[in-house]
Each structure stands twice: as C-alpha cells, then as structure tokens.
C-alpha cells in the first residue's frame, strides 16, 4: 500500500484546528478536514504564542505586504514537508509561494494549491511593483482557484491563467439543512442582515429599512457603522456584533428576512450568510453582484440591483404581502443547497479532485502557468451560471 499524499493547509494565524472554538469539535475551519482518508494525510498551520508587541509587528507587516510572511516563516518546516499545500485565500498563498521560494531547490517538490479571494478585486489598484511582485508569486502556483466566477474571470484577464472555479460549502453541523413548512410574517416586519466582509452596503440598507416604524431591524456587523445608524437616532434598527454561533442563529431565528447588501464586487461577499439562511429556511434579499446566482439562481431569492434602496424595500413589502411565495423562496434555496451539495464536505472534495489530477499529471512543468483548466473540477469558462 503506497504511502498517503502529505497535505499541509495552511491558514491564517487564528485558524489553528487545535484552538479555533476548541471544545466544539468542529474539525477544520472551512472544512477541509472531510478530505482526510487513507489517500490524504493533512496538516495544518500552527499558531505560535506570541507577546502582544510582536503580534502587533507581524500583523504591521501583514498589512505592508498583503500576507503574513511572519506566520508562514514559523510553519515553513510543514510547508517544504509537503506534497502538496492548500491555500484558502490570497493572504496565505501568497505567504507560502515565497517561502518555497526562498527554500530554492528545496521548495519545488510542494504542489501549491492558490485560492484568492480578495485579490483580483484589489488588483487594478496595486501599484506596479506590487503587481510585479505578486505576479512573481503567483507564478510559483501550480493551480489558481477562486470561490466566484466572475474572480475566475479577472483572473484570466490580468494574469493570462485560467483559474477553476470552487463552490464554497456549508457547514452542515452549525447549520444544518431543514426544508421551511410554513412562513408568515411579524408585524412589524422583522429584517435581519450579519456580515462583516468589506463589501457590505449598509448604507443603502439603512436607507431602505431605517427610520419606517413597519419594520423592526437589527445589523450584525464587527465593521464600524456610523453613529448616527444607531438608535435613538434611527429608533426602529439596533446594531451590534453577532459574534458566536449562539448569538448568530438568535439572530437567525428571530428575523423574517435576511437582506445581503452589497457593493459590486468578484468574490460572491455574502455567500456564507446566503448558506446560512438557506439552510434555515429564511427568505433572502440580496444584491445582484459577484456571481452568486451561479450559487442560488433566480427563483431561490430576490436579487435588486446594487444601491437600490427602493427595490429593496420592495422586495421585503413584496414577501410580505405573499407569503406563499417567501415561502417557495425559500423552500427553493433549500432544495438549492441539497441539490448542488453546498457544503463543507463537498468544498473539501474539490480540493481532492484537483489534487488528485495534479498528482496523475506527474508534477509536470508544475512551475509553468497552467493554461488548460484542470479536471474533476468546473472551472469558469464552463460555468453554466464571505461571510
């Protein structure tokens, strides 16, 4: 029997399995503990103790460079013992590319996983030094992967590489998936929206719901909101973080809508709040960007145009006034999340299968752009349609 591929996941400092919600036996953030097996053997990034000082200076450098070389210096040891390294956004493949890298001949033998999230958003942003340097990076990837794909798409168009297409998952043990039987509304309306990706639009949100004595609404966000959002300022919405898995199904079961607000944007923001409260059987408002009816198609929510506080008002008076069809919604976005299998086990067996064709194709001119996408998983130019 042949030994089982060596793969080290390396996350960002916080992540690691052995502290993240200890106690909750969760496995690994994101779910990239299901690919375990007799085939796969995985590590993951540690975290070291630090005093407060020094983890004020790594997180300073993070900021400067964009990834947390620091973190991926301590787990460098992991990283060159690797067959194979999986990434989950830019901040760590980035971290590890370069540490392959200053390993010489030594750091070629890793296959290296790269999944970027934020990265192309920002890219036409970036100073050309910075875009020099990361494209050096990135170079050192044997497959890119984003979560969207219109990212996937940007991908090709800045760095000439085709990038696959993987489809975030659920965590089906926080949140598992129930079908919604019945759904009437409070009066007055209850509107919930939770997030803290930079993409969030409160302000359209807040001029859609505040302020109008028909709805009773609550913002979850660890992102600072102007004080003037906050009651008594505007009495009928109370804002707060909804940190914990305890506070965020409250929060969950108390509304009748959850609105996902965004600004335009290439890496599906919203998409873990879009799972959630499919799989609680909510109706769901969401801005119409960053690809994520390729996730939940017309028909599983209410997709309004980015900065349209108007239509979503609409949206909510609508459901409101047909529960029925709040209800098939939802029902809809259920039946989405089976059907496509969104969860954490089928996130995780993504990364198997392209593993699985990198390893078949030998490592071959592993170091050279790959220009085809790779098997066993949809990449972007076949697509049919954070927190």
Known sequence: MSAATKVHVHLFYGADPRTYRKGDDIGCL????????????????????????????????????????????????????????????????????????????????????????????????YGAARRWAYRKLLARADVLTTLARD????????????????????????????????????????????????????????EA???????????????????????????????????????????????????VPLRPNFHASGITVMLEAAALGKPMIVSDVGGLRDYFPHGTAAYVPPFDARAMRHAADAFAAQPEHALECAQAAAERLRERDLTTQAFAAQHVRITRELLRAGHAGAQQPARRPVAGARASSNQAGTR
Not at 50 to 65: D, N, S, T
Not at 228 to 254: C, F, I, M, T
Request: net charge positive.
């Open 209 to 259: 719901f505040g302020g109008d004595a028909g709805y009773d609404v609550r913002l979850a966000t660890r992102r600072r909101v102007p004080r003037a959002w906050h009651a008594p300022n505007v009495p009928n919405v109370r804002v707060a973080s909804a940190s914990g898995l305890a506070k965020q199904h409250e929060l969950y079961d108390w509304a009748d809508v959850i609105v």
């Open 151 to 206: 990212n996937a798409e940007l991908c090709r168009r800045y760095l000439d590489r085709d990038a696959v297409h993987v489809y975030y998952g659920l965590n089906t043990q926080d949140f598992p998936i129930g079908t919604p039987q019945r759904w009437l509304p409070n009066r007055p309306l209850r509107i919930a929206a939770i997030g803290n990706d930079r993409d969030r639009d409160w302000k359209t949100f807040l």
């Open 30 to 125: 994101y779910g990239y503990h299901h690919a375990e097996s007799d085939e796969f053997a995985l590590t993951y990034s540690r975290d070291v103790r630090e005093h407060r000082v020094v983890g004020i200076a790594r997180r300073a450098l993070k900021a400067v460079l964009g990834f947390d070389v620091v973190h991926a210096w301590r787990n460098r040891a992991a990283l060159l013992q690797a067959d194979v390294i999986w990434t989950h956004t830019e901040q760590e493949h980035l971290a590890a590319a370069l540490i392959l890298k200053l390993a010489g001949a030594h750091g070629r033998r890793p296959l290296l996983l790269a999944q970027s999230v934020w990265l192309f958003d920002k890219w036409a942003g």
